[in-house]
């Protein structure tokens, strides 16, 4: 599979580079929140990273046989602070995906008729919505200097999907059975 249009290719070639560094600064983020004492913030900073990984692994195959060097422009929260503030990083960074890049990208793709970037683009895009609200929830609990209360954290490997203490029969993003979900 590889894309036909040049605009396509370079939006995931940006999606790509952006769920990238998010999953490397999540997985940063979540060792600070185990030293500061909230281990299940730093589960769902991990498990979301894994979640971000998937996304990347997604916009990449959809590539296809594209090769060469490619400039990936992509924005990034950088930085490392208290928990808190690194929660509100990680939420501005979910919010410009749901608001601003995602939409965008999924729209050029649907009237490129790029199937594989409008399915990859779609996951991310409802999992990243997801995200946002978890980071705020964490966010809400870590400002108050508590941890989340929470037992495991399941992630679907195919798009993301994200859900706490419990399981669905399937991912309600993309079908996929729930003894695919990845445990943390």
Known sequence: ???KNAMTADFLRSAYGGESMAHMRYLIWG???DKEGMPNIGKLFRAIAYAERAHADNHFRVLGEQEGDFTVPAGAVFGVGKTAE???GAIDGELHEIEQMYPVYL???KFQEEKGAQRAFYYALEAEKIHAKLFKDAQDL???GKDMDINAVYVCPVCGHTIIDHLPDKCPVCGAK??????F
């Open 1 to 3: 599979m590889s894309v």
């Open 31 to 33: 060792d600070i929140a």
């Open 86 to 88: 690194n929660l509100q």
């Open 107 to 109: 729209e050029t793709a």
């Open 142 to 144: 870590a400002k108050e």
């Open 178 to 183: 729930k003894e695919m979900y990845k445990e």
